[in-house]
């Protein structure tokens, strides 16, 4: 397994990855970790466009986005972290995370590896002070891993959604990835 920015031509195999994890999000045993109904667990044109809109936007432009994949021995995506721009004004200095994992691939240490590449990458970049996520409350794996991470929950919004007539509630977290000492 290894993780690689990704480049254009790796979009395809991508959304095939995303897809699956979609269908995943429809599972009735699984907690949500997307804020979208079972019906709507697809991959939507509208969500294609705006990872392949991102390569065309230079870091810190808004619309950029930057993606990293975890391929296995065969090529294929089973993993992915990616960081974009807030679309409002005077937010340049942070960064929306968002992330996933094959759920054959969990509990292996590879959220954490995909993470600590993103962390490496804001260091680097001087104009990327604080990485921030949203996470649905109820998916425990996922709020753990970040806090493992150094996240810090920061608030959580009760009844954030209204999903197949059920309030889902959503935690905000952030990182700092300078050290301000």
């Known amino acids: 397994m290894r993780i690689v920015e990704a480049k254009r031509s790796d979009l395809e195999y991508f959304f095939e990855y995303i897809g699956a994890q979609l269908l995943e999000n429809a599972d009735d045993d699984s907690p949500l970790f997307q804020p979208i109904s079972k019906e709507n667990c697809l991959v939507s044109e509208q969500f294609k466009a705006k990872f392949r809109d991102g390569f065309e936007y230079s870091l810190g ?87 493992k991470c150094g996240f810090e929950a920061v608030g959580e919004m009760s009844d954030c959604y209204r999903i197949e007539a059920e309030a889902v509630s959503e935690t905000t977290m952030t990182l700092c990835t300078k050290n301000y000492a």
């Open 61 to 147: 432009e808004p619309g950029w986005r930057k993606l990293w994949v975890i391929k296995d021995s065969n090529e294929r995506v089973v993993g992915h972290i990616d960081l974009r721009h807030y679309s409002e004004e005077y937010k340049f200095h942070r960064v929306l995370l968002g992330m996933g994992v094959d759920s054959s691939l969990r509990k292996q240490g590879l959220g954490v590896k995909l993470i600590e590449s993103v962390i490496q990458f804001c260091n680097k970049t001087s104009s990327i002070d604080w990485l921030d996520l949203n996470v649905l409350s109820n998916n425990l794996p996922a709020k753990n891993l970040y806090l």
